[in-house]
């Protein structure tokens, strides 16, 4: 079955760094974008940042710079590493993956990002 598993959330002070990443197992990783997305309490899901399988990537305006996504297919990882961290940031992370028709379409559970001071 599929599953992508999210970890590196936690809490951290404004201008601090994290790191997620995302496991994903029972698809055939290289076949898929990866992505993370947020949600904030009360806001809708907004994309954060993608990669294709080729390796391009997308970012979020409010992101860029500051966020970096990457990917290991030998490991079937997406990870995302988060520096200049604002409280704004703050929100719910998921991993998501996407078949480029979009036939398929598979989120992980999240994993809680939290910038206070």
């Known amino acids: 079955q599929v599953q992508l598993v999210e970890s590196g959330g936690g809490l951290v002070q404004p201008g601090g760094s994290l790191r997620l990443s995302c496991a994903a197992s029972?698809?055939?990783?290289?076949?898929?974008?990866m992505g993370w997305y947020r949600q904030a309490p009360g806001k809708q899901r907004e994309m954060v940042a993608t990669?294709?399988?080729?390796?391009?990537?997308n970012y979020a305006d409010s992101v860029k710079g500051r966020f970096t996504i990457s990917r290991d297919n030998a490991k079937n990882t997406v990870n995302l590493q988060m520096n200049s961290l604002k409280p704004e940031d703050t929100a719910a992370y998921y991993c998501?993956?996407?078949?480029?028709?979009?036939?398929?379409?598979?989120w992980g559970q999240g994993t809680q990002v939290t910038v206070s001071s």
């Open positions: 998501n993956a996407r078949m480029p028709l979009g036939i398929n379409d598979y």
């Open positions: 029972g698809i055939i990783f290289s076949r898929y974008r």
């Open positions: 990669i294709t399988n080729g390796g391009s990537t």
